[in-house]
Structure formats: structure tokens, C-alpha cells
Nanobody, 116 residues
Framework: VQLQASGGGPVQAGGSLRLSCVASGVRFENFIYAWYRQAPGQQRDLVARLGGGSGSDFSDSARGRFSVSADEAKQMIYLQMNNLRPEDTAMYYC???????????WGKGTQVTVSS
């Protein structure tokens, strides 16, 4: 299983970014996918999850500003981030969790930097 996130970069507050994550070596429908982020000196926190029992869910800070989607044919997972804030600055990671046994896989992150 390999995950590769991309799409990060510098952006001004109020701007938007779309992160992408390509999943390879997986049967796409057999996994739940999620986006996490980690700021320097902070723990890695869930941002959004797709494919769980509720369909998708979000952290309090992401709800209403971010959306998560997938293109199964391309084996891609997306995180659309709108109205970005400086506190959204972090390394963003995608994660896949196997439905069958809960095995977890992480991709390398992509840095998002929001300036005020």
C-alpha cells in the first residue's frame, strides 16, 4: 500500500487549496481514507474522514470549510480546503485504514502554509 499526498503550498488567509492523495497497491473500496495534519510541536490530528459509517466526518475546525471526496476510478482522495486560516498551517497526511483488519497506512505529507 502506498499513499502519496500532493497539492500543498503557500496560500494567503481566505484562500483555497485542494490536496490530492493517490492510493496504489490497494483495492480502493476495501479502505477508509482520512486526512490528518500536524503542526510543529503538535500531535497529528484528524481533519476529515471518508468511507466510514457516516460517509464523511470532519474535525470541528474543518467542518463547514473543508470537504473530502474520492475518485475511485483514479484511486484518488481529495481534500478541498476553503477559507484557509493561519492556524491551518501544518503538514497534511493521508491515511488508509483497511476495513477488514484495521491496518493503517500513511503517506508522506504535503505542507500547507497559510499567511495572514
Amino acid at each position: 500500500v502506498q499513499l502519496q499526498a500532493s497539492g500543498g503550498g503557500p496560500v494567503q488567509a481566505g484562500g483555497s487549496l485542494r490536496l490530492s492523495c493517490v492510493a496504489s497497491g490497494v483495492r480502493f473500496e476495501n479502505f477508509i481514507y482520512a486526512w490528518y495534519r500536524q503542526a510543529p510541536g503538535q500531535q497529528r490530528d484528524l481533519v476529515a474522514r471518508l468511507g466510514g459509517g457516516s460517509g464523511s466526518d470532519f474535525s470541528d475546525s474543518a467542518r463547514g470549510r473543508f470537504s473530502v471526496s474520492a475518485d475511485e476510478a483514479k484511486q484518488m482522495i481529495y481534500l478541498q480546503m476553503n477559507n484557509l486560516r493561519p492556524e491551518d498551517t501544518a503538514m497534511y497526511y493521508c491515511k488508509a485504514v483497511a476495513r477488514r483488519n484495521g491496518a493503517q497506512y500513511w503517506g508522506k505529507g504535503t505542507q500547507v502554509t497559510v499567511s495572514s
